[in-house]
């Protein structure tokens, strides 16, 4: 029988989690083109570092997928979501380094631990 | 030196974090009153209850807070934020399961690891 | 030369405007599922009805739209958007009624003014 | 009585509320710090711009504002909500171009119609 008490570890990568389902939630269906991408990218690794025990986030919005889905379409612009974005956040807690990132796989975009470092 | 490799508690953990973050991130802004408190807990309950190893949602709506700010106050709605919610999830990730709860200390709305069963 | 004062009929049309930018952009990247629908569509209209001058507000989850999209897929669940909505929106201003709908249209949601009555 | 047809000025003011409401609930929400408000400024500026008709959007995050409240706090960051913002938006619609405002007015957020010009 396990303990019920969080190790660092396990609060660390409770840390990542939070900060991956802000920066998805608070974000998605945001108007964005290519030319308003970097600005955008820039904001949201910004706002996500404010957020306690967050070290570094890097957003990439995937301007090659934009341009793709907007020639097929009649518009200029589309809203964000998982398949235009690739994301990695690294976290530290009480010495415990956490990073993560989001990509899409199988069509779906996926966040998950790459490690774990106490 | 400690492994790279997440366990499963690490992940279930991650896995909570997540969705803590959407829910907060995806419904913080909302107009709410009194009156509107009722449905609009049933809703983020039920839809993040859709996300991947969440087993248990439950929000509460603090209408008695609600109350008191609106009472201050030329409105007669304001905007959903932290310090209305107290909100538990329960998540199950290869049999490990993760409580953790939202709720104000300080003034702060805190979200925090309850307890990590494997 | 018109003049710059807003009518009436303008201030609600404004009016009008901001409830479904504001309910588009509240609840779009909402997990949601058939299953989960009829608390959405409930929450986000009592939500909107809470705004200034909002008389009446109809929300349909396409669950159709939902299933035919998730039969091609792995997930049970997706995230909400505009082809998943049908919405109406009935705003009163000074006693001007303005009736707006989004809907699909040529595979884009299009927000439009149905009906401006002074 | 009046017509039922909207006028290109009444669809001008709807599509200058649809920025609006897009704008704040799109952003409300999002952690925002001294140090992050200037990049929070213009991706949210430049994703408003995207949407249709949309000429110009000015976002001033209020950083005196910002500091005063982070000055009685622990944090060093805290939530984008109106009293932190002062926005202006114009629009032009065949040919209408309607210039809106958000502000502070006695502690709320209010967005208004500044001139419509056929």
Chains 1, 2, 3, 4 share one sequence.
């Not at 008490?5 to 290519?34: M, N």
């Not at 690739?86 to 966040?111: H, K, N, S």
Request: include cysteine.
């Amino acid at each position: 029988m396990a303990s019920d008490d969080p190790t660092d570890a396990e609060a660390a990568c409770f840390e990542a989690g939070i900060k991956f389902g802000s920066l998805y939630h608070q974000f998605a269906g945001t108007p964005v083109s290519p030319d308003s991408a970097a600005s955008l990218e820039t904001a949201m690794a910004e706002s996500i570092e404010n957020q306690p025990h967050c070290i570094d986030v890097t957003v990439d919005v995937l301007t090659d997928e934009l341009e793709a889905e907007l020639a097929d379409s009649s518009a200029d612009y589309t809203e964000l979501t998982g398949r235009f974005l690739a994301v990695e956040i690294v976290v530290d807690y009480e010495g415990c380094e956490v990073v993560t990132r989001m990509e899409m796989e199988d069509g779906y975009p996926l966040m998950r631990l790459e490690s774990v470092r106490s």
